[in-house]
């Protein structure tokens, strides 16, 4: 060995013995020790989450605030909606090499990644939305022994969007539906005695001259047409209104229960939103049937165009609808114009949902026998020989509750409705509507 300067070691004066034992010499002496012997360091750190901040204002136990204990034995923070700024201090401990300490930090469920803290340790968060988190933290010793800590930050959501607050607007609409329909169906009924009452008069008034009884005869028949007509009304607020309010009803206490105990109501409020669609819905169409203005077919031309726009256009299909001049001339009672417009709506439905097309043609026109609306896509079709009771042209009905009730529309107005569809060769609706009965 070189041994050059006493109390340091000499350069180049080491050496390695056959058993793995390593010798350093110096002007003292020589030292030596086995290299596998040497200890590593598997002490993790102790991690200290040694202060919490709202909107950078320091929170302590005593501050009547959301922590309730000493962060060092707390689990979980529970805050406001609009106590979402926040940020925790934290540090690492471990006294081998402290300078080599590492420390990683995230908000699990609002952070996708770990972030490396700075020397200042500490994890701001701003805006952070209701939901449930967790604030981790992990730090390392010199020799890469890692350590966790973790705390759970549920930020509360606003009093308005609630499941409570949600099932608080679903029963105030359908007490408000159920109050319209409930004054609307009083109204009738009371419209229909007055009406009676009037007939009735009438009739003892005219009863002495022919004359007079044919034009009584003339005025009952419009009264008892209009009477008629509001106990269709009726009919239609009691049974197509009526179901629709009663599952809205079903819903509500359903989501009430499933609230009390605490259990996601979502699907069920979605349901009472659905319905409440459908009831809407339904409501427009009968609104706009018993409105006097929409007596021409322009007006229910503009409303199909309206309706094809909307159940199409947004979903990239393309359509042509065309209608015949002469079709301004033609006049259609309340009823066929209700008809009409819902077999059109039913085709228009079916098309969306089954006929995966690109292209639709809608044609109005006056022809030699009356009304003709034709409604043509070129989607994949069907097999008609396939389907139960299939629509012939003879009148027959073809399977499916939308198309039985086209059916049966077109025969409340004793037109005829023809359905053509070959597999990959799209489908083709035809109304037809006889001009003797169009005048009657």
């Not at 201090?89 to 471990?94: C, E, L, M, P, Q």
């Not at 819903?251 to 009390?260: D, F, H, I, L, Q």
Request: net charge neutral; with cysteine; charged share 25%.
């Amino acid at each position: 060995m070189n041994s050059q300067t006493s109390g340091q070691f000499a350069y180049g004066g080491c050496y390695k013995s056959q058993s793995g034992e390593l010798f350093f010499g110096d002007g003292n002496g020589f030292y030596s020790f086995f290299p596998n012997e040497l200890s590593r360091n598997t002490r993790p750190p102790q991690i200290l989450i040694h202060q919490f901040r709202l909107g950078g204002e320091i929170i302590d136990p005593s501050s009547n605030g959301p922590l309730k204990k000493a962060l060092a034995y707390t689990e979980e923070i529970r805050l406001k909606h609009d106590q979402n700024f926040f940020s925790f201090d934290f540090t690492a401990i471990h006294y081998s090499n402290p300078i080599e300490n590492k420390h990683l930090f995230m908000l699990e469920g609002l952070d996708d990644n770990w972030h490396i803290a700075g020397d200042q340790r500490t994890a701001y968060y701003g805006k952070v939305p209701p939901g449930d988190y967790t604030f981790r933290v992990k730090a390392s010793n010199s020799d890469g022994v890692w350590a966790e800590k973790r705390i759970s930050v549920i930020v509360l959501p606003p009093w308005w969007q609630t499941s409570w607050a949600y099932l608080s607007y679903a029963v105030a609409f359908v007490a408000c539906i159920w109050l319209f329909t409930w004054y609307r169906s009083r109204s009738l009924k009371a419209e229909n005695l007055r009406l009676e009452e009037k007939v009735t008069q009438r009739t003892a008034e005219l009863e002495h001259s022919l004359e007079e009884k044919y034009e009584l005869n003339k005025k009952i028949e419009s009264q008892q047409a209009l009477l008629n007509e509001r106990l269709r009304i009726s009919r239609e607020l009691h049974d197509d209104i009526g179901s629709t309010l009663g599952s809205i009803s079903i819903y509500s206490e359903v989501a009430k229960k499933r609230t009390s105990k605490n259990e996601n109501a979502n699907e069920v409020l979605s349901k009472i939103g659905l319905a409440s669609r459908e009831l809407i819905d339904k409501m427009s169409d009968i609104v706009w049937s018993l409105n006097p203005n929409n007596e021409s077919f322009e007006q229910l031309q503009n409303r199909m165009m309206a309706f094809t726009a909307m159940m199409l256009a947004p979903r990239n299909i393309s359509y042509d609808f065309s209608a015949g001049e002469e079709l301004k001339t033609i006049q259609l009672t309340g009823e066929q114009r209700k008809n009409i417009f819902l077999i059109f709506k039913e085709a228009l439905y079916n098309i969306v949902k089954y006929a995966n097309c690109q292209s639709v043609q809608i044609v109005l026109s006056a022809q030699k026998n009356g009304l003709a609306m034709i409604i043509r896509d070129n989607g994949k079709g069907f097999d008609i020989s396939k389907v139960t009771n299939p629509v012939r042209h003879d009148g027959e009905y073809l399977g499916g509750n939308g198309i039985k009730n086209m059916q049966a529309r077109a025969d409340d107005m004793k037109a005829t409705l023809c359905i053509d569809s070959k597999i990959n060769e799209g489908t083709t609706v035809q109304l037809t509507l006889s001009d003797k009965y169009s005048q009657e």
